[in-house]
């Protein structure tokens, strides 16, 4: 074997053991706040109030009223996808606000001394809020059955969607965790949280379609990742739902903002003890 063989074969098996090393951190980090979901089983039963709210009330007297829209879909069909979306970002946006209690409770320091790396902390914690994200879906398919809405259950369907509601999730978590970063206490978090969750849901195609917004509602729309994520959801979760984007092109703004969030994030999470 040539030298430069076996340094290729050397590099090939570093870069195999740093990768592995930083699928096993994040991992420890997601378990982790796993475990604080399932010693509260209650969380999922009060998370399930908001979407039966929006599906039970809103959407029925909206179905009523006829005043958006939707293609060939019932209103009920098209809001579905919404309320998922809306439910997995509400869960996410707050996610913030667990990190500064870990600061004051000391556990973030002991994260940032571990030999962990920033963005496997970061992504940790952003795979934590989909499996939360993952419980609002089980959510709200069952209720979106039990309202007769057309679903489409084909597995692949379901896969993706499941896959959507992770990166989405995770992303708005990660967000969640710039603003903690910044604002560094509770009572500010609590506030910009509230200020911003709103803003997002609206300016988005969750409950009614772009095409129905006034001009400068729909340059923000475009720019919100929740508008593509809820595009991907209608594409895929309701039987004739069509995306009006693409999925792909959904898929690939979301992994794209993803990623870059993650890096700022991995950049700041530090100065929270600061």
């Known amino acids: 074997m040539t030298s430069s063989a076996h340094a290729a074969r050397l590099a090939a098996s570093v870069e195999s053991a740093g990768l592995r090393r930083f699928e096993t951190q994040v991992w ?9 979901l ?6 999922l ?9 929006w599906l039970g009330v809103f959407g029925n007297v909206m ?22 979306a809306q439910s997995a970002l509400f869960v996410s946006i707050f996610y ?14 002991k994260y940032l001394v571990s030999p962990a790396s920033r963005s496997a902390l970061v992504l940790g914690k952003a795979l934590s809020a989909g499996v939360r994200g993952l419980s609002q879906a089980a959510i709200v398919y ?17 896969l993706v969607v499941f896959v959507l509601i992770l990166i989405g999730s995770g992303l708005f978590a990660t967000v ?12 500010r978090f609590m506030g910009i949280g509230q200020v911003l969750t709103m803003p997002l849901f609206f300016a988005s195609n969750a409950i ?16 919100n990742p929740l508008t593509y994520q809820v595009d991907a959801l209608r594409g895929l979760m309701i039987a004739g739902g069509s995306s009006t984007m693409g999925v792909g092109t959904d898929l690939a703004v979301l992994v794209g903002v993803f990623a870059g969030v993650v890096a700022v994030a991995a950049r700041m999470y530090p100065r929270m003890i600061t």
């Open 176 to 187: 969640s965790l710039i603003i903690a970063c910044i604002v560094k206490t509770r009572e």
């Open 208 to 223: 009614y379609p772009i095409g129905v917004m006034p001009g400068w509602l729909r340059v923000l729309a475009r720019i």
């Open 28 to 36: 420890a980090v997601a378990a982790a706040e796993v475990r604080k």
């Open 63 to 84: 179905a009523q009223v006829r005043g958006f829209p939707t293609g060939n879909l019932a209103y009920l069909d098209f809001l579905a996808p919404g309320v998922l």
């Open 142 to 158: 069952l209720l979106a059955f039990a309202m007769g809405i057309d679903l489409n259950v084909s597995p692949h369907n379901v």
């Open 38 to 43: 399932r010693h509260d089983p209650l969380e």
């Open 96 to 109: 913030g606000i667990a990190a500064i209690w870990e600061r004051d409770l000391g556990i973030l320091q």
């Open 45 to 53: 039963v009060t998370r399930a109030v908001q979407p039966m709210l």
